[in-house]
């Protein structure tokens, strides 16, 4: 099986070069990558919606009618947002960020009120209360600023595609000396000549 493994050490060689690819593309283009990302949701939506119509049509299925219904609805999203991909991806982007700020601000003022609540049954409660006044700050310049740090987080995930995509490459010339290693070693049991 190992063998077998390291044949195919191309594979993690290919796909460790289409993440550094993808993600200096995020890197260096975040608006244009979520873009494209929208794009591409919106193509697998409309075809999506597609095959739910058929599917409606030909009886296959338990609620004909919701379900055309589902896919002609998918489809009329999916064509709006391949029509409009930088739009859709501006306003998923800051409504993401607002998902994000909203959270860490609650999460923050739970953590403060619950560290002032505990605090004699608790140690180190200005550690917890710290850390809330951390997330309610971090909350409010998300909220400042979201198509800012909507274009940071892309950035973010970028760099970290590249990182796992040179460890791919570099897993794949691995497997590579591996499989060289693997044949050697079979050519040399195949010469030596069996004791009979």
């Not at 595609?161 to 499989?179: K, M, P, Q, T």
């Amino acid at each position: 099986m190992l063998t077998e493994v390291a044949r195919l050490w191309w594979l993690p060689l290919l796909r460790g070069i289409m993440m550094v690819i993808l993600g200096a593309y995020a890197l260096f283009s975040p608006g244009v990558t979520v873009a494209i990302f929208v794009q591409v949701f919106g193509f697998f939506l409309a075809f999506d919606g597609v095959l739910a119509i058929i599917a409606g049509i030909m009886g296959e299925v338990p609620s004909r009618g919701w379900t055309i219904a589902r896919g002609v609805l998918a489809v009329i999203i999916g064509v709006l947002v391949v029509g409009n991909p930088v739009f859709v991806a501006g306003v998923a982007a800051v409504w993401f960020v607002y998902l994000l700020g909203f959270a860490a601000i609650v999460t923050g003022v739970i953590e403060i009120f619950a560290a002032i609540r505990d605090r004699k049954e608790i140690e180190g409660e200005g550690w917890l209360i710290l850390g809330g006044v951390i997330a309610v700050i971090f909350g409010i310049l998300l909220l400042s600023a979201p198509l800012l740090f909507a274009s940071t987080i892309v950035r973010i995930m970028g760099a970290v595609a590249i990182v796992g995509g040179i460890a791919s490459i570099v897993f794949s010339f691995r497997l590579r000396g591996l499989n060289k290693k693997l044949e050697e070693h079979d050519s040399r049991v195949a010469e030596t000549p069996q004791s009979e």
